[in-house]
């Protein structure tokens, strides 16, 4: 039994799941997890200064999509899956609540790109969001990584 309890125990501790006891979301793709910077992989979001058009008015789309993962949240535990170490030496991980991928919610719901010039993993969710006018894709907007450019 004790085996098998320790080929558990070592069984997470290299699967690289992180449980939050202290979470900290910085902005729509990037939260602090026990300490642990982490950026969401496969996916980017705009920056928290970024804004978009709609009708004719400014609207603040990078808050929007940080407001829409501290509120997908909530005071649920989220799980992260490390796949590595990005050149900034933050974590690049997948994370997770009640098992629905918050990456994968975030590009559904318009409020985040599939990032492919390092995944194909969203393409499909960016194609609803975009093909249903959702979130930022009823809006004039810049691609987040165009806007870092310009800044």
């Known amino acids: ?32 997890l026990n300490g642990e910077k982490i950026r969401f992989s496969g996916i980017d979001t705009p920056e928290l200064k970024q804004t978009c058009l709609k009708d004719d008015q400014e609207v603040p789309c990078g808050m929007t999509a940080k407001m829409l993962l501290v509120k997908k949240i909530g005071n649920v535990t989220i799980e992260c899956i490390s796949e590595g170490k990005d050149t900034y030496k933050r974590t690049l991980a997948e994370c997770f609540v009640n098992g629905e991928s918050l990456s994968k919610f975030l590009v559904r719901s318009g409020y985040a790109f599939a990032y492919r010039k390092y995944s194909t993993k969203f393409i499909e969710d960016e194609e609803f969001a975009k093909a249903n006018k959702l979130g930022m894709w009823a809006m004039t907007f810049q691609y987040p990584w165009d806007f870092r450019k310009a800044s």
């Not at 080929?7 to 602090?32: P, R, V």
């Open 1 to 32: 039994m004790k085996k098998l309890l320790g080929i558990l125990i070592l069984g997470l501790l290299t699967c690289n799941i992180s449980f939050a006891d202290n979470l900290k979301i910085i902005d729509g793709d990037t939260i602090i």
